[in-house]
Nanobody, 121 residues
Framework: VQLQASGGGLVQAGGSLRLSCTASRTFSSYAMGWFRQAPGKEREFVAVISRSGGSTDYADSVKGRFTISRDNTKNTMYLQMNSLKPEDTAVYYC????????????????WGQGTQLTVSS
């Protein structure tokens, strides 16, 4: 499966944006996740969603502000980001989770090209 993230851009602090991750073929068999990487920092976990979409998990830094969702009929996953902060600035990546329950980037694969989010203060 090939993944492509899109929807990034420049947003003012407090604003909202929705990212999309589109798969090249059906991905309903996979749990999916979002990660982000800021300049000079390691890639960090943001959120993950189960195959059906019925279960989600978030990093503490985004809990209550970000919402992960998916539409398996469209082979697309989303990340709705509200109340954005300058520290959310990063390149956002989507990936397939290969190890159940993991938040570690090494346990995810099929990384798509990222999409840049910049939040201005």
């Amino acid at each position: 499966v090939q993944l492509q993230a899109s929807g990034g851009g420049l947003v003012q602090a407090g604003g909202s944006l929705r990212l999309s991750c589109t798969a090249s073929r059906t991905f309903s068999s996979y749990a999916m996740g979002w990660f982000r990487q800021a300049p000079g920092k390691e890639r960090e976990f943001v959120a993950v969603i189960s195959r059906s979409g019925g279960s989600t998990d978030y990093a503490d830094s985004v809990k209550g502000r970000f919402t992960i969702s998916r539409d398996n009929t469209k082979n697309t996953m989303y990340l709705q980001m509200n109340s954005l902060k300058p520290e959310d600035t990063a390149v956002y990546y989507c990936a397939i989770r290969n190890v159940y329950g993991s938040r570690r980037s090494v346990d995810f694969g099929s990384w798509g090209q990222g999409t840049q989010l910049t939040v201005s203060s």
